[in-house]
């Protein structure tokens, strides 16, 4: 399983990025995929989740109304877009797949909002 994570940047607040995950080495279409990040000195938390056909989703209270988790299967690859971003987003962006009753991560993708 590899998972790997790109899209992230400097940003302004009140800026946009988006953010993609390519999955290999499983059948992407069959799994939940999730989104987390992590600053330093605090524990990794959930932004967003997506069911295996993207008909259901879900949003930290934090991110609700201004982010938007999807997918799309025939790539293989989970996306999150971000709007209206603010400094307390900087983070260490991660996707992560359950397989096998085993968590898989990405390497991480640097996002920083900052005049």
């Known amino acids: 399983v590899q998972l790997v994570e790109s899209g992230g940047g400097l940003v302004q607040p009140g800026g946009s990025l988006r953010l993609s995950c390519v999955g290999s080495?499983?059948?992407?279409?069959?799994?939940?995929m999730s989104w987390y990040r992590q600053v330093p000195g605090k524990e990794r938390e959930l932004v967003a989740g997506?069911?295996?056909?993207?008909?259901?989703?879900n949003y930290a209270d934090s991110v609700k109304g201004r982010f938007t988790i999807s997918r799309g299967n025939a790539r293989n690859t989970v996306y999150l877009q971000m709007k209206a971003l603010k400094p307390e987003d900087t983070a260490v962006y991660y996707c992560?797949?359950?397989?096998?009753?085993?968590?898989?991560w990405g390497q991480g993708t640097q996002v920083t909002v900052s005049s």
């Open positions: 080495g499983f059948t992407f279409s069959w799994y939940v």
């Open positions: 997506i069911d295996s056909a993207g008909g259901s989703t």
């Open positions: 992560k797949v359950r397989s096998s009753s085993s968590d898989y």
